[in-house]
């Protein structure tokens, strides 16, 4: 029923979409505030400048956003359940402070997302962030409650200021953290071998388990602000 509709600029707001495949479907500048969304496939599909606030992604099956364009979208205050599916996404811009990301794994493998903001939201499950493009996106007082794969990830310019990494093992092998902030973060265990720390700030950040965390071949210059 959606195949081939052009909604851009369509007013969706409080939609209710089940078991609906919208694969390849143009919906930018669309607003999808408050829509409950219990199963779906977006993969493919022109967000770009969406409004999802408030936007409730319900299935515990999943939601399908792989290589889907969300530049310039909003999901502020949304809420995702079951795993997310968005390798390969483009995210640039994009708004998801405040998103709550319940019960699944996050999905954002080779994700581009250059200057998104991610400030207050929680991440309860597992999140998938090797190889990302994440420069200068901001992750102020974010949450992370498990494992957080973030190996090869540009994140030159990033804001991890406050954020709070749960008992889970975080990867940041080979990372590009030039120039980030992490003044305030907590960590418990890290793996920052190989990671590029020259000129990051962090100022008053908390390693709880030195012992269990790595440094191993890490490159910081007279810039790189330690603890």
Do not use: C
Request: hydrophobic share 45%.
């Amino acid at each position: 029923a959606w195949k081939g509709l052009n909604l851009d600029v369509a007013d969706l707001r409080y939609i209710i979409l089940n078991q609906e495949n919208l694969f390849g479907i143009s919906m930018s500048a669309a607003h999808l505030n408050n829509a409950k969304i219990y199963t779906g496939n977006f993969a493919g599909t022109n967000l770009t400048s969406a409004d999802l606030t408030g936007a409730r992604f319900l299935s515990e099956e999943g939601v399908h956003l792989e290589g889907a364009d969300l530049s310039h979208a909003s999901f502020a205050g949304a809420e995702f359940r079951g795993d997310i599916h968005l390798k390969g996404a483009t995210l640039s811009l994009a708004n998801f402070t405040g998103v709550k990301f319940e019960m699944g794994d996050i999905h954002l493998e080779g994700a581009k997302l250059t200057f998104a903001d991610f400030s207050g939201t929680e991440f309860k499950g597992t999140v998938h962030l090797e190889g990302a493009k994440l420069a200068a996106a901001a992750f102020t007082k974010a949450e992370f409650w498990e494992d957080v794969d973030l190996k090869e990830a540009e994140l030159s310019d990033a804001n991890f200021t406050g954020v709070k990494f749960g008992l889970g093992d975080i990867h940041l092998e080979g990372a590009n953290l030039s120039h980030a902030r992490l003044d305030h973060a907590t960590f418990w265990r890290v793996d920052l071998s190989g990671a590029n720390l020259s000129g990051a700030n962090l100022t008053e950040a908390v390693f709880y388990s030195p012992e269990k965390s790595s440094f191993t071949g890490a490159i910081y210059d007279q810039f790189t602000v330690f603890p």
